[in-house]
């Protein structure tokens, strides 16, 4: 375990209030909390020098490694240049590339780029924006949101109205303005669990379509949920019933994106594009904080009228910063002139004939992997999480399981030592935790 007398795990208790985070278990010492002093590469480097292997690319967002090379030469070029303007009435060329460059990876269908700063704020400008333009089309009555059971969009009140995670929501129940909760196509619950949830959706909205502005999800895998992963056709059905009865679809690819499922976006393997399309987290490689919503062309037309009050008026004082934008272009000529899509299917077959094994244990159910995300249930006690991420720290491993459900989202930098080390790591720390 983790020495608690480094002075700097000591002043963090007294002046840091930690995310997600039940304090009095840090204060306890019942949870460590890590003094990281360097990251290279996978790997996260403690004040004292230990080194644990990053295997949930700290919470997402890490696709090509701690202090990857590339990106910080394109960051400091970018320093020396311009770190920050206010994009309202500006314009500069970082922004403008990124918009681009995301507009052609849609084939130009999500031509037009609304900036944003951290994820749950580009839940917030999807679900104003489906909501603004039924009002601009004479149909302010659509302005209701369907979300799906497990569901989850970032933690500020909009779009804890379309998250379902009671841990996260109840709390905050009176402050929030609820969306419908739909089934979610979760293939744990079965063979017909896509074209179930979609008969669900299909009968909400037959019903419910004029008073409905959007549908928010998070295509193929429900991540906070627990890596809850779905067939692409429960995709191709929502989307046929959206389209049928005038309803946006809004893909939530905040953590799905940037190549996380095996295509570059998670929509492109059911074939359709949404209305809006949500981006944060791998964005930037995980250096900054920066989100985009995308969306067609017929959407951003019904915003043009003279009326200032029929724009889009809402902001963020660091909309489209030029150092985020940068580091967000350094990710895409990685993803570019490593062909990073092709690498990482091979990286992705090799870790899961590591992991796959663990299938047959006794105490493990539901296998499963999409892309780079590799996920399996463990039927245990509740503390087994906390258990499990303890011995894993121990073997030199950073993963936190949701629940009874572990989970490796590593970065697309792994050798086949890392590789090791990690897969390694993780059937250690089972036989370990599964140990009350
Ligand atoms: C992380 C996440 C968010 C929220 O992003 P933040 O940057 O944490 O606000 C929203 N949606 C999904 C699917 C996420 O995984």
Known sequence: MRPMQDP?????LKSVWHPCTQMQQHDTGALPLLP???GEGPWLIGTDGQRWLDGISSWWVNLFGHCNPRINAALRDQLETLEHVLLAGCTHAPVVELAERLSVLTNGELGHCFFGSDGASATEIALKMSAHYWRNVGRPEKNR???LAGGYHGETMGALGVTDIAIFRDAYAPLIRAATVLPSPDSRNGPDAARAAADALAAHLEAHHSETAALIVEPLVQCAAGMAMHEPEY????RALCDRYEVHLICDEIAVGCGRTGTF?????ANIRPDFLCLSKGITGGYLPLSVVMTREAIYAAFLDDATARGFLHSHSYTGNPLACRAALATLDIFAQDNVLAANVALGDRIDARLRPLAGHPRVSHYRRRGMIFAFDVETDPGFGRRYYHTALQHGVLVRPIANTVYLMPPYTLDEASMDHLCNGV???LEVALTP
């Not at 700097?8 to 963090?12: A, F, G, V």
């Not at 995709?235 to 929502?238: H, I, K, T, V």
């Not at 976006?265 to 393997?269: I, K, M, S």
């Open 8 to 12: 700097l795990l000591q002043r963090s």
């Open 235 to 238: 995709l191709r059905l929502a």
């Open 36 to 38: 990281v002093a360097r």
């Open 145 to 147: 949101f369907l979300c």
């Open 265 to 269: 976006f998670a929509h492109e393997q």
């Open 427 to 429: 059937a250690k720390a």
